[in-house]
């Protein structure tokens, strides 16, 4: 029972990151109807910055974010205008996937040039340091990860909610035209929703980056936790993809428990029961049409 | 003469200069850079009938293009039925085989649309990817499966592999053929175009949409296990690559999908220039950059690929009456 309980400890602590960087995915989707498939390229991206920072300056790699936020914000913007924009209306889904598969390549190509392909990680001084609570371990770097990462949620929740960008975001998602004969200009809303994301990306890549070792190929890894994540709660939906991260996260360090191998596998019959009886997903709305 | 036997004599021509290429040309390098252009237009053909045709763009091909070379090589290692020619005879078998499980595999993810549709299939590549890795008395682990080298003479060593692909595209361009000049095409670009609405005139949808996808991965399966006899190896992956699922969608649209020769012709363009890249470049870094910037370049100068694009050049200038060009959902493939 105690393996149980810390394993669902660990899985929602994991999951806090996760929900991170699927909440961006989600967010470029509901505006642009683009499956980013860059990502996980993305927040690799972002661990390397962060990466940099720590190791050639000293910065430590949850200040960093300060820096890297900006910057990353910046990289999507200029991602948004130069490769999706001019992608045809009706079609954009079907090719945004293609195209953002040869970001996501064009990124990783860049990285390995830089960085070589050996493993990185960053190790702050607390690292290895752990509290105990009533008899559990919680690992300090996956508690301040998971903290930040809902920090940053609430904060992402909160401008959408409650401010006049947030507003114009939201009517894009609801029906681009009627936003746009509303005055909403759509395509900076999209530059600046997809500016977001890459936002996220790279608060989610320093927290991946002090939690796990990465290479310029990891990304595959992530995109696919990522878009099995968007899927279970639902294409578009925030909440949903908080709920989805938590479930990965509890289902697949509870399978760990047992099979370590079989963790990640886990996740994915999950995902495939879910769609059997929800091909929506759980929090997704049903859309009249998937291909407009 | 009509238009449809120009067409089929235009294929026998096609194929019968592939057959005779390796006599021309014998080098090696040349005949090995056939066998990878074949692998692909195969499957990027084959990838069209759902992925062009019925409209939903199937990542996760390159899953069965590893089933198909594992089934290949798990065979060899459990059955020893010679050598030579006689793996070849076990094609079929696996063609079969991955079918089955397509249907399976379509009969969930076809539940969803277009771009759901894609995010489940390349899912379902990284379920196979991880079962490959993880059943290790079946498929060796992340090590990998051996086969044995076939006793071919060395200087025609690359020909067997050859023609067995040559007989393997002509039945995807043949099954694309057959679906355009069938009852089955018209129910495909109804699919398409608006599946509520094809259900609904009485198009049965599900069948024929899990047919197709069936039948496109049954024949990438087999691809997918010459491949394996050809470089006589697989391992997790090398043998289930999102690459290769990606590379066939790229060649498909260069090309022109929902056309039956696209997919062919964006693939005789792409595979050479890839290896080209891979010869001059090197190290495999650049490489990934080329390749993106040539991929991000197709699909933003051409993203309605070359032979749509031909063709509509040619009726506006035949009629001079419209310059709009058709939208692909209201396309009639040719």
Redesign the interface.
Known sequence: MHEVIQAIILGLLTGGVYALMASGQTLIFGIM?V?NLAQGALVILGAYLTYSLFTQLGIDPFLSILITTPVMFGVGVLIQTV?LR???H??T???S???T???A??I???L??TYSATDRAIQPSYANASFTVGGYEISAVRLYACVLSLALLGALFALLRYTKFGRAVRATVQNPMSARLLGVNTETVAAVGFGLGAATAAAAGAVYGVLYSFNAGSH?DLI?RL??IV?LGG?GSIGGSVIGAMTMGVVSSLVAVAAP??A??SF?IV??VV??VR??GLFGAT?R???T | MTAERIKYLGAALFFAVLIALPFVFAAHWFVNLMVFTLIYAGASSAWNLVGGFA?Y?S?GHAAFFGIGAYLEAIYFTHHSIGDGWLPFAALPVIGVCAAVVGLGVGA??M??????F???T??FL??VQ??A??LRSLTGGSQGIGIKLPPFPPDTYERPYYFVLVALLALAVGVNMAAVHSKFGPALWAIRA?E?RARGVGVPVTTVKLLTFSVSVGIVAMIGAVWAYYLSYVYPQFAID?LLS?GI??MA?LGGRTTVWGPVLGTFIIVPAQQYFAYQLGS??????A???V??VI??VL?RGILPSIADRIRTGATKKTAEPV???ERVPT
């Open positions: 109807r499956i490769s001019r992608l045809r009706g079609e889904a079907q090719l996937i293609l195209v598969y040869a970001v390549l064009g990783e190509g860049v390995s040039v595959y696919s878009l099995s899927i294409l191998t079989w990640d596998f994915f995902l495939l769609l059997l091909p929506q859309l049409d998937a291909r | 409209g763009p990542l969930i993810a539940r969803t649309r277009a771009d759901v894609a995010i489940v390349i899912t990284f379920v991880t079962l890795s993880n608006d509520d999102p990606v969608v790229l649209y495999s870094e650049f490489y990934l950059i390749y993106a910037a991929f991000l699909m933003l993203p939208p692909d959902d």
